[in-house]
């Protein structure tokens, strides 16, 4: 995805959601994942192509920042033309 795409995206979170788009999508030392919403913690993905593959090991590492700041995990996706949300049922 273009630098473009992602950062409207993560914009587009934040403004849905009510929270705050995390600086350089969250690559710096502090501040990590893309948008920071309050109860959640959000990592965005998004592609054109049919399928998404979405690693556990991604996942536990999105998980594990998340409970340190005391917020939920989210995957927020943008496929095929759909916008998504993937929690971890036991956290909810």
């Known amino acids: 995805m273009t630098n473009q795409r992602a950062d409207r995206q993560e914009k587009g979170i934040a403004k849905r959601l009510g929270g705050r788009k995390q600086p350089r999508s969250g ?9 920071d919403q309050g109860d959640f913690l959000i990592e ?6 049919k399928s998404l593959t979405i690693k556990i090991a991604d996942w536990e590492i999105l998980r594990r920042r998340a409970r340190t700041e005391g917020k939920l995990p989210m995957y927020h ?5 759909r916008r998504l949300v993937v929690t971890e049922e036991g956290d909810m």
Request: net charge neutral; charged share 30%.
């Open 27 to 35: 690559a710096g030392p502090w501040r990590k994942h893309d948008v």
């Open 44 to 49: 965005a993905k998004y592609t054109d192509a």
């Open 77 to 81: 996706i943008e496929i095929g033309g």
